[in-house]
């Protein structure tokens, strides 16, 4: 398997432009996973969906963020309008599920500039 | 709010055992040990996990005291590939959440 696959890998844009990352899962796996990490805040989970359905959005910080998971084979999260703060690299990870072994497998991430 | 307290930076030298510490004095008994590492511009990547058993996989060592408090990843010969951040994580069971804390950066040296 090829593992997590993101794109773009990276993406330099203005303020005020639409953004939309995009993530394929691991084939087989039920859980999905965004997340956003900066120097500032670390590590953040926005969201995550179980068999393509939303579980949790509280780690998403407003409404210029959504995330969507039309298929278990694919995921987006669009950004609308974009700001200079949104500025981040965003990881997807997928993992098989609940469980006492929950490993998560991350992809490489997707480095977000906005000018 | 990460549940775990870590030293935010370690040396070690090539070859020699590397002993991470943390600190999870609140851990529920129903809540697992997880260990992630980040190598710098990748992803982070699972190492090993438990709850209150050693355990022992081909990447680590992960003691977890008695009383469940506190626990210790050893890399038992570290190599210059290993130096990265690594996150101790606590981790409900019946929950699929992993939230990150500020991990420990390791630096090993030649």
């Known amino acids: 398997d090829a593992g997590v696959i993101q794109s773009p890998r990276h993406e330099v844009t203005e303020m005020g432009q639409e953004v939309t990352l995009r993530c394929k899962p691991i084939?087989?796996?039920?859980?999905l996973f965004w997340y956003r990490q900066t120097m500032m805040r670390g590590l953040e989970l926005l969201i995550y969906?179980?068999?393509?359905?939303?579980?949790?959005d509280s780690g998403m910080p407003e409404d210029r963020f959504s995330a969507k998971m039309p298929n278990a084979s694919f995921s987006t999260l669009k950004i609308q309008p974009s700001e200079p703060r949104d500025s981040a690299v965003y990881f997807c990870?997928?993992?098989?599920?609940?469980?006492?072994?929950?490993?998560?497998?991350f992809g490489p991430g997707t480095r977000l500039t906005v000018l | 709010d990460a549940k775990t307290t870590q030293p935010p930076s370690m040396d070690c030298a090539e070859g020699r055992a590397a002993n991470l510490p943390c600190n999870h004095s609140?851990?529920?008994?129903?809540?697992?040990v997880y260990w992630y590492r980040q190598i710098h511009s990748q992803g982070p990547q699972y190492i090993i996990h438990?709850?209150?058993n050693n355990e022992t996989n081909e990447m680590a060592s992960l003691i977890i005291t008695e009383d469940r408090k506190s626990s210790t990843l050893i890399l038992p010969h570290a190599t210059l590939r290993d130096t990265a951040v690594y996150y101790c994580?606590?981790?409900?069971?019946?929950?699929?959440?992993?939230?990150f804390g500020t991990g420990t950066r390791l630096q090993v040296f030649p």
């Open positions: 084939s087989g796996h039920d859980y």
């Open positions: 990870a997928s993992s098989l599920g609940l469980g006492t072994h929950n490993e998560q497998f």
């Open positions: 994580i606590v981790r409900v069971v019946d929950t699929d959440k992993l939230i």
């Open positions: 438990g709850l209150k």
């Open positions: 969906f179980n068999n393509n359905v939303p579980i949790d």
């Open positions: 609140t851990i529920s008994g129903n809540e697992y």
